[in-house]
């Protein structure tokens, strides 16, 4: 290869063979004619000898000059190649197409001072030299000198108008000079003369990205994979663009299209962690995010985004495993620590909590956050004095720390010590965040403790209208439980319970339970219910249907769509009508889509859509509200004419219900942020033996 090379060098030197002076004497000439043949035979030494021959008999033997000085470059005798560069200057220097050869010589001996020189020098000769040009403003882009560089690649575009590679490389400096609104141009004019260029289109996404406009770099990328469409790299950068505008649907979609081409690119699968991160899926980000950790291993930031994953997820051990992996590559690192020391805290492991806290401490001793999590450890460790000093401490190193001030304060209301302290410690945090529930909840735990129970109530209350949590319904529980208000004390504990399911809170709500009128726990009971309901939030779900009867057996998979106070949606298959439908219920109205459908709908499914608009009905639970329910076991049957109701007596959660002789049983409930839904549900209908099984799938959240 490196003699093709040689060989097309010479070749390009033997151009313009009727432009220099050859040897005048016949034994030159032949002699000049031999070294070409020895060069097409490959003898290159006997080449270098003849041709050597040839300046000896004829000093002003240009072409002879020129071509050993490019065999001298080949054989490694660069001092002797220059030599002879240096005498086709003498004899020829003031010849433009010399002196550009000179210049490609030097850019081959690797000499670009010298290359830009003879370049330079070819310009002032010849003004208009295009090779020159292009050259030059190469050799200055090369050296940094970018300015320079532009006004030759703007001279050069102007003379090759038709040429695409010309505006390409004015775009290019154009943009690392930062005149995107110019480079941008000149990509344009790039790809109106050739759309194959693909680099332009990348270059102005990136342009655009830079810009902050992700719409436009979205559509360049958009046209770049209509044509090049298994590009990863440009996927997943696309991905990455609707993630930066938010629109994670697309941008799953896309990554989606990526993993097809490439399942462990790294960028591909880095991005689809972060949409399902935001989207708050971090169970399917973790497998994702194993990915991008499993390939490159060192990397200290994805072993720590991993460990905060399995955080999040309550899996502390795996959590501890990814911690420790990226503190064996830095052991000092301050945010590893901090994390792994938040991940032991939420584990229940104080005393690895403050072994890391303190090493943070020891290097950072200003770090108020590092004291702030020590106290909160030296407290669930029962040390209330090293508490109390690491509490102090991070206030003293911030005084507008909020939430040490809040601690601090809760911390000696609980003790039922220092009460004018914990009271000045809220009041600041309070101070600082008006609007915090946390805080307001402090507060109201101080009333209690100071037994100005008035005060609580009203604290607590307030708290809950900002943010209702179980601690506080708790708390305000046990201020109406002090006050021997039994069916308030229900309602509150009852409220805390649903939605964290505490022993403790379970035994306080069987104890008030057991004080209160029978007539009064059976009315609360269906409210409770009804609670439970109203927490539900807007969802999407599928369900796995299984239709039997006598005569019939079917299995389809239809979707749901629940939206909070207005309606629920399910989406059937060409089960029954062509083409399918849908069944939206709001209230006691129906409405069905397409509207011919309903003549196509067996009267089974009309009767069980009767039966929900009955459920989701304002005025249901309001039916039985003058019922005497009958106890069986943990449950409590509500009836009245032709209605059942079953709750369970522990979560006031709907066991079965019947009505117009169809049975629902609701056979169980799936966790859902602060509520339960049912994902498993028995349909059945005795009198024509038809029973329809659901199964939920996945469960996701629509926000509105």
């Keep these: 290869m490196k003699w093709k090379v040689s060989l097309l060098i010479l070749c390009f030197a033997l151009v313009s063979l009727n432009k220099f002076s050859f040897a005048t004497k016949y034994d030159a000439y032949k002699a000049f004619l031999q070294g070409m043949y020895s060069l097409k035979t490959r003898s290159i030494i006997e080449t270098i000898n003849k041709l050597e021959y040839v300046t000896e008999l004829d000093k002003d033997a240009m072409q002879a000059h020129g071509n050993l000085a490019y ?39 690797n000499k670009p001072k010298l290359a830009k020189e003879f370049w330079e020098k070819t310009l002032k000769l010849d003004p208009e030299n295009e090779v020159a040009i292009a050259y030059i403003a190469s050799l200055y882009q090369f050296d940094n000198k970018l300015e320079k560089s532009l006004d030759y690649w703007t001279k050069f575009s102007q003379q090759q108008s038709d040429n695409p590679l010309s505006y390409l490389q004015l775009a290019n400096i154009q943009e690392k000079l930062g005149l995107h609104q110019e480079a941008l141009k000149s990509y344009d004019k790039t790809i109106k003369i050739n759309p194959n260029i693909r680099n332009a289109f990348l270059s102005k996404a990136h342009i655009y990205e830079s810009l902050g406009q992700v719409k436009l770099a979205i559509k360049e ?40 081409i490439s399942f462990d690119d790294i960028k591909t699968n880095y991005w689809l962690a972060m ?15 194993k990915i991008v950790v499993n390939k490159d291993q060192r990397n200290i930031a994805f072993l720590t985004r991993l460990g905060h994953y399995y955080a999040l997820k309550q899996n502390y051990k795996q959590a501890e495993k990814y911690f420790l992996k990226a503190l064996t590559i ?13 991940n032991y805290i939420d584990w229940g492991k104080y005393n690895e909590a403050i072994e890391y806290l303190n090493k943070i401490i020891k290097e950072s001793p200003d770090f108020a956050d590092a004291y702030f999590y020590l106290g909160i450890s030296y407290d669930k460790d029962k040390k ?60 109201g735990w101080l009333y209690f403790k100071l037994e100005n129970f008035y005060l609580a109530e009203k604290t607590f209350i307030y708290a809950l209208s900002i943010m209702q949590t179980p601690l506080t319904y708790t708390h305000l529980g046990d201020t109406y439980l002090a006050l021997k208000n039994y069916t308030k004390a229900w309602i509150s504990y009852s409220l805390s319970y649903d939605s964290k399911q505490d022993k403790l809170i379970k035994n306080k709500l069987h104890f008030v339970q057991s004080q209160m009128p029978k007539e009064e726990l059976y009315k609360l009971m269906l409210l409770r219910s009804k609670s439970n309901y109203d927490r539900l939030l807007s969802f999407k779900t599928g369900f796995r249907a299984k239709i039997s009867s006598r005569i019939l057996s079917k299995k389809l998979y239809l979707y749901m769509s629940y939206s909070k106070r207005e309606n629920i949606k399910f989406d059937f298959p060409s089960l029954f009508v062509i083409g399918g439908m849908s069944v939206t219920i709001a209230g006691k109205t129906v409405k069905i889509d397409p509207e011919a459908a309903k003549n196509e709908i067996p009267q089974f499914l009309l009767d069980i859509i009767d039966q929900f608009c ?61 509520s339960k839904v049912p994902v498993e549900i028995k349909i059945f209908i005795p009198s024509s033996n038809i029973k329809v099984i659901l199964e939920a799938t996945k469960i996701f959240e629509i926000r509105e």
């Design 71 to 109: 065999l001298y470059l080949r054989g490694e005798k660069q001092d002797k190649a220059l030599e002879i560069a240096q005498e086709l200057e003498k004899l020829d220097g003031n010849n433009p197409k010399t002196t550009s050869s000179l210049a490609v010589f030097y850019m081959i001996a």
């Design 221 to 260: 990328y958009k046209k770049y994979i209509a044509n090049f469409p298994d590009d990863v790299n440009v996927l997943s950068q696309l991905g990455k663009c609707y993630y930066d505008m938010k629109n994670y649907s697309d941008a799953k979609d896309i990554l989606f299209k990526a993993k097809k």
């Design 275 to 289: 949409v399902y991160e935001k989207t708050k899926q971090i169970d399917k980000a973790i497998p994702v995010f």
């Design 330 to 342: 830095e052991p000092n690192n301050k945010n590893i620590l901090y994390l792994a020391s938040l």
């Design 384 to 443: 209330f004095s090293r508490a109390e000093k690491a509490l102090l401490q991070a206030i003293k190193l911030n005084p507008q720390h909020s939430q040490a001030l809040n601690y601090l304060g809760y911390s000696y209301a609980q003790q039922g010590i220092k009460l004018d302290e914990s009271k000045e410690f809220i009041a600041k945090s309070l101070g600082l965040e008006p609007k915090n529930s946390n805080f307001m909840d402090s507060l």
């Design 614 to 674: 009955i459920i989701f009905s304002e005025d249901f639970y309001a039916h039985f509200l003058d019922v005497k329910p009958i106890e069986k076991g943990s449950n409590l049957i509500y009836s009245k004419n032709n209605s059942s109701l079953t709750i369970n007596s522990n979560t006031a959660l709907i066991e079965s219900l019947s009505q117009n002789n169809i049975v629902i049983e609701i056979l169980k409930y799936k966790v859902f942020l602060a």
